[in-house]
């Protein structure tokens, strides 16, 4: 398998910047590594997502504090990028439960709620 990967020029297309003193700024600023191929630089496609996607997750984590990881996993286009910015932003990708528990007493009653929380 080989990993995607961007020059400085397809960089600045993307997050629309011309300069590539700013590009390499901007990555730099965001802790992406610039990697030397002969004479051109390349970075990884998945590490700019990331750096992208990082802006507006930041800001569900602000709004949402309890429920920002199932409402980006939504909005997300690609889940390997969805795992590593929630990973990297130290929350933890949880599978929703597939059944529907319905108690059928009282007292099963109680134990759910009292896990359901």
């Not at 990973?87 to 009282?106: D, H």
């Amino acid at each position: 398998m080989c990993l995607n990967t961007f020059t400085i020029a397809q960089v600045g297309k993307k997050i629309k910047l011309i300069d590539d003193n700013a590009i390499k700024k901007w990555l730099i600023a965001n802790n992406i590594s610039i990697h030397k191929r002969g004479r051109s630089s390349f970075v990884y496609e998945i590490d700019v997502d990331c750096a992208i996607d990082k802006i507006k997750v930041l800001e569900l984590k602000k709004q949402y504090p309890n429920d920002w990881v199932e409402l980006y996993k939504k909005i997300s286009n690609d889940s390997a990028v969805c795992e590593m910015v929630v990973r990297s932003l130290q929350g933890e990708i949880r599978a929703k439960p597939t059944t529907k528990v319905k108690p059928i007493n009282k007292s099963e009653n109680e134990l759910y709620k009292k896990y359901a929380k």
